[in-house]
């Protein structure tokens, strides 16, 4: 058999693989370009490797995305040290709810220790028994169920209590955003919980708040300069649908750039609202 067929065929059986390995790169990293850079790497290892002795072409490369993805956190914490304001991951919209890792668990996944995000996401988010986590991280079994116990009971009150019913969560998102454009500040404020939190990622590249926003009260002070700004530089709604898992809705700036919002609710009220403005992290949506 000469090499080209088999090259062909390599590739072949990797390109269904590749949707399964984003997702595990993208949440070990918030980063949709890191997470691509990852599982390019995998495809090139998995093209130099000897195929003939891997048995599981699946456990093989998403061994060797978790252990790209491990060697990356090292740095990305580093880079995290010194980003100007909030840090959010980068949005992913989607028509409906993927499952449960919504941005606040991504968010409290970023307080975990690289080994514990893993063993965390292989197993209860992707299934994984404790024996394969142990092959994927290279640790022993007893290791990894300590090390989702930890991960666990950091970000228990990060998980979703209940999902949003997809048609009301929508609704919701559209009713926050024509409040918002219109200055109807007593319907927007109607949509708060008392303690909402704001947080905006302009990563030192746009005008967002350095700082998150915390409780109604400065929340809607906030608003108030938002609305006034739009008033003279009106956005563009792009669509509405779920955001890392949270309804809400793409828009286009005066600036020309997009902007992303996401709806964190909570009992019928919007508890936290995450918006997006980093144009680095919004250039996969164009």
Request: aromatic share 8%; hydrophobic share 45%; glycine share 6%.
């Amino acid at each position: 058999m000469t090499a080209e067929p088999t090259s062909e065929g390599a590739a072949a059986a990797f390109e269904p693989l590749r949707p399964k390995l984003m997702r595990v790169a993208y949440r070990m990293l918030g980063s949709v370009a890191d997470a691509e850079d990852m599982v390019q790497e995998a495809f090139l290892r998995w093209m130099r490797a000897d195929r003939a002795a891997v048995r599981e072409p699946e456990a093989f490369l998403r061994r060797t995305v978790t252990r790209l993805c491990l060697d990356q956190l090292k740095s990305a914490r580093r880079q995290r040290e010194t980003y100007v304001g909030s840090w959010l991951p980068d949005p992913v919209v989607e028509e409906d709810q993927p499952d449960d890792v919504t941005l606040p668990l991504m968010l409290a996944l970023e307080r975990l220790s690289p080994l514990e995000r893993a063993a965390f996401l292989l197993h209860d988010v992707f299934g994984l028994q404790f024996e394969e986590v142990a092959a994927e991280i290279e640790r022993e079994p007893a290791a990894c169920r300590q090390l989702a116990a930890r991960a666990r009971s950091h970000i228990r009150e990060a998980r979703p209590r209940f999902k949003v019913e997809k048609e009301r969560g929508l609704k919701l998102a559209e009713a926050f955003f024509n409040a918002s454009r219109s200055g109807d500040m007593k319907a927007l404020g109607a949509m708060l919980s008392a303690d909402v939190s704001a947080y905006a990622d302009g990563g030192g590249k746009r005008p967002a708040a350095i700082a998150p926003v915390f409780g109604f009260d400065a929340v809607i002070k906030q608003y108030e300069t938002v609305v006034a700004w739009l008033q003279d530089n009106p956005s563009q709604l792009v669509r509405f649908g779920f955001i890392n898992g949270l309804p809400g809705f793409v828009t286009l700036e005066a600036d020309g750039e997009l902007q992303t919002t996401a709806l964190d609710i909570e009992d019928g009220k919007i508890a936290a609202i995450y918006v997006m403005r980093n144009p680095d992290k919004l250039r996969h949506l164009h």
